[in-house]
Protein backbone atom coordinates (compact mmCIF):
# COMPACT_ATOMS: atom_id res chain seq x y z
CA UNK A 1 0.00 0.00 0.00
CA UNK A 2 2.56 2.70 0.70
CA UNK A 3 4.27 1.97 -2.11
CA UNK A 4 1.50 2.77 -4.40
CA UNK A 5 1.18 5.92 -2.58
CA UNK A 6 4.77 7.08 -3.27
CA UNK A 7 4.81 6.13 -6.62
CA UNK A 8 2.07 7.72 -8.03
CA UNK A 9 2.89 9.80 -10.66
CA UNK A 10 1.87 13.18 -9.89
CA UNK A 11 0.62 13.88 -6.26
CA UNK A 12 0.17 17.76 -5.57
CA UNK A 13 -1.42 18.65 -2.86
CA UNK A 14 -1.13 16.44 -0.08
CA UNK A 15 -3.36 18.52 2.27
CA UNK A 16 -5.12 21.60 1.43
CA UNK A 17 -3.40 24.73 1.73
CA UNK A 18 -5.53 28.11 2.25
CA UNK A 19 -4.23 30.67 -0.17
CA UNK A 20 -3.58 32.71 3.81
CA UNK A 21 -0.92 30.04 4.53
CA UNK A 22 0.76 30.78 0.85
CA UNK A 23 0.42 34.68 1.25
CA UNK A 24 1.76 34.81 4.78
CA UNK A 25 5.68 33.09 3.17
CA UNK A 26 8.25 35.68 3.46
CA UNK A 27 11.05 32.66 3.20
CA UNK A 28 11.15 30.23 0.81
CA UNK A 29 14.15 27.64 2.36
CA UNK A 30 15.44 24.25 1.25
CA UNK A 31 17.58 21.63 1.05
CA UNK A 32 19.69 21.43 -2.38
CA UNK A 33 20.84 18.02 -3.00
CA UNK A 34 17.42 16.08 -3.68
CA UNK A 35 15.82 19.54 -4.00
CA UNK A 36 17.47 21.50 -6.49
CA UNK A 37 18.90 18.88 -7.80
CA UNK A 38 17.76 14.96 -8.34
CA UNK A 39 19.82 14.07 -5.72
CA UNK A 40 22.74 12.65 -7.77
CA UNK A 41 26.40 13.90 -7.57
CA UNK A 42 28.96 13.22 -10.25
CA UNK A 43 32.29 12.57 -9.09
CA UNK A 44 35.42 12.81 -12.00
CA UNK A 45 38.30 11.02 -11.07
CA UNK A 46 40.31 14.17 -10.61
CA UNK A 47 37.44 14.44 -7.76
CA UNK A 48 36.05 17.64 -8.55
CA UNK A 49 31.81 17.42 -8.32
CA UNK A 50 29.43 18.26 -10.87
CA UNK A 51 25.40 18.55 -10.11
CA UNK A 52 22.76 19.31 -12.42
CA UNK A 53 20.60 22.13 -11.64
CA UNK A 54 16.90 23.37 -13.58
CA UNK A 55 16.63 26.35 -15.18
CA UNK A 56 13.04 26.33 -14.96
CA UNK A 57 13.80 26.32 -10.79
CA UNK A 58 16.23 29.07 -11.26
CA UNK A 59 14.02 31.50 -12.72
CA UNK A 60 11.73 30.46 -9.97
CA UNK A 61 13.53 31.90 -7.23
CA UNK A 62 14.83 34.86 -9.02
CA UNK A 63 11.30 35.97 -9.56
CA UNK A 64 10.82 35.18 -6.23
CA UNK A 65 13.30 37.44 -5.22
CA UNK A 66 12.31 40.37 -7.13
CA UNK A 67 8.72 39.79 -5.62
CA UNK A 68 10.38 40.30 -2.27
CA UNK A 69 10.22 36.99 -0.89
CA UNK A 70 13.84 35.68 1.14
CA UNK A 71 15.59 32.75 -0.36
CA UNK A 72 17.63 30.23 1.45
CA UNK A 73 19.55 27.10 1.00
CA UNK A 74 20.50 24.71 3.86
CA UNK A 75 22.48 22.12 2.46
CA UNK A 76 23.92 19.58 5.41
CA UNK A 77 27.49 19.37 3.12
CA UNK A 78 29.75 21.55 1.42
CA UNK A 79 29.86 21.69 -2.03
CA UNK A 80 31.63 24.15 -4.52
CA UNK A 81 28.73 23.29 -7.49
CA UNK A 82 26.46 24.74 -4.55
CA UNK A 83 28.72 27.72 -3.34
CA UNK A 84 28.70 29.06 -7.49
CA UNK A 85 24.76 28.08 -8.27
CA UNK A 86 23.35 30.08 -5.26
CA UNK A 87 25.98 32.88 -6.79
CA UNK A 88 24.61 32.75 -10.03
CA UNK A 89 21.31 33.23 -8.59
CA UNK A 90 21.86 35.57 -5.65
CA UNK A 91 20.52 33.55 -3.42
CA UNK A 92 21.17 35.84 0.54
CA UNK A 93 21.09 32.68 2.49
CA UNK A 94 23.58 30.12 2.16
CA UNK A 95 24.03 27.47 4.71
CA UNK A 96 26.06 24.77 4.27
CA UNK A 97 27.48 21.35 6.25
CA UNK A 98 24.38 21.74 8.44
CA UNK A 99 22.77 18.69 9.46
CA UNK A 100 20.64 19.87 11.68
CA UNK A 101 18.39 21.72 9.45
CA UNK A 102 15.50 22.80 11.86
CA UNK A 103 18.45 24.66 14.51
CA UNK A 104 19.99 26.38 10.96
CA UNK A 105 16.31 27.34 9.54
CA UNK A 106 15.37 28.47 13.29
CA UNK A 107 18.96 30.82 13.68
CA UNK A 108 17.91 32.24 9.94
CA UNK A 109 14.70 33.10 10.84
CA UNK A 110 15.59 34.82 14.64
CA UNK A 111 18.08 36.60 12.11
CA UNK A 112 15.14 37.81 9.75
CA UNK A 113 12.85 38.80 12.32
CA UNK A 114 10.71 35.63 11.51
CA UNK A 115 8.20 32.85 12.78
CA UNK A 116 7.55 29.90 11.59
CA UNK A 117 4.18 30.61 9.78
CA UNK A 118 6.51 32.90 7.51
CA UNK A 119 8.62 30.32 6.10
CA UNK A 120 8.34 27.50 3.38
CA UNK A 121 11.10 25.03 3.94
CA UNK A 122 11.29 22.37 1.55
CA UNK A 123 13.62 19.21 2.14
CA UNK A 124 14.02 15.66 1.11
CA UNK A 125 15.43 13.64 3.41
CA UNK A 126 15.19 12.20 7.58
CA UNK A 127 17.02 14.95 8.35
CA UNK A 128 15.04 17.78 6.60
CA UNK A 129 11.67 16.28 8.42
CA UNK A 130 11.92 18.28 11.74
CA UNK A 131 12.30 21.59 9.50
CA UNK A 132 9.04 20.81 7.18
CA UNK A 133 7.17 20.17 9.88
CA UNK A 134 7.93 23.35 11.98
CA UNK A 135 7.57 25.75 8.89
CA UNK A 136 4.43 27.45 7.92
CA UNK A 137 4.17 25.33 5.17
CA UNK A 138 6.04 21.99 4.44
CA UNK A 139 6.94 20.47 1.17
CA UNK A 140 8.90 17.66 0.09
CA UNK A 141 9.25 16.08 -3.42
CA UNK A 142 7.73 12.69 -4.66
CA UNK A 143 11.08 11.61 -4.56
CA UNK A 144 11.38 12.25 -0.45
CA UNK A 145 11.86 9.32 2.08
CA UNK A 146 8.83 8.42 3.53
CA UNK A 147 8.53 9.82 6.87
CA UNK A 148 9.70 13.61 5.15
CA UNK A 149 6.62 13.09 2.63
CA UNK A 150 4.43 12.46 5.31
CA UNK A 151 5.25 15.58 7.38
CA UNK A 152 5.06 17.53 4.36
CA UNK A 153 1.93 19.89 3.76
CA UNK A 154 2.68 19.67 -0.23
CA UNK A 155 4.04 17.34 -2.53
CA UNK A 156 4.97 18.73 -6.26
CA UNK A 157 3.91 17.04 -9.73
CA UNK A 158 7.07 17.98 -11.26
CA UNK A 159 10.64 15.81 -9.66
CA UNK A 160 13.01 16.79 -7.81
CA UNK A 161 15.31 19.06 -9.87
CA UNK A 162 13.28 19.46 -12.65
CA UNK A 163 10.49 22.22 -11.54
CA UNK A 164 9.49 21.18 -7.91
CA UNK A 165 11.19 24.41 -6.93
CA UNK A 166 9.64 26.72 -9.60
CA UNK A 167 6.06 24.78 -8.75
CA UNK A 168 6.17 26.01 -5.02
CA UNK A 169 7.57 29.44 -6.56
CA UNK A 170 4.62 29.86 -8.73
CA UNK A 171 2.22 28.80 -5.40
CA UNK A 172 4.03 31.62 -3.86
CA UNK A 173 4.02 34.33 -6.14
CA UNK A 174 0.42 33.81 -7.22
CA UNK A 175 -0.75 34.68 -3.70
CA UNK A 176 1.34 37.38 -3.34
CA UNK A 177 -0.41 40.48 -1.87
CA UNK A 178 -1.05 43.07 -4.53
CA UNK A 179 0.64 46.47 -4.06
Known sequence: ????????????????????RWAAIRLFAMDVDGVLTDGSIYVS??????????????MGLARLRQAGVAVAWISGRESGATTRRAA?????????????????LQ?????????????????????????I???????APASAMPGTLA??????ARPAGAGAVREICEHLLAHRPAN
Not at 45 to 58: H, I, T, Y
Open 88 to 104: ELKIAHLVQGRTDKLAA
Open 45 to 58: SDGAEMKRFSVLDG
Open 1 to 20: MAFARLSSPARSAQRPIAAA
Open 151 to 156: AADYIP
Open 107 to 131: ELAARLGLSAKDICYMGDDDIDTPA
Open 133 to 139: GWAGIGA
